[in-house]
């Protein structure tokens, strides 16, 4: 089991630098981050961050576009 902690984004989508802390964080206290934000007319979006992702692998996994 896995202590999991939540993290909520400055912006609409995360930046590269939240993104990289997220991993930083999951790495260095061996935790899973939950990494949330929100779009508007659109909700809630969020990821779970596991110590051995990579960047590119979660950066991937975002949503490029956003429906209304």
Known sequence: ???VKEYLCDNRTPSDE???DCI???KEE???VK???????NGWHERYIKKD???E???DS???VYGV
């Not at 990494?35 to 007319?41: D, E, L, R, S, Y």
């Open 1 to 3: 089991m896995k202590l």
């Open 18 to 20: 939240e993104i990289k």
């Open 24 to 26: 930083r964080i999951a």
């Open 30 to 32: 061996d935790c899973v």
């Open 35 to 41: 990494m949330k934000w929100f779009f508007p007319h």
């Open 53 to 55: 992702m990579t960047f």
């Open 57 to 59: 692998e979660v950066n």
């Open 62 to 64: 975002l949503p490029t």
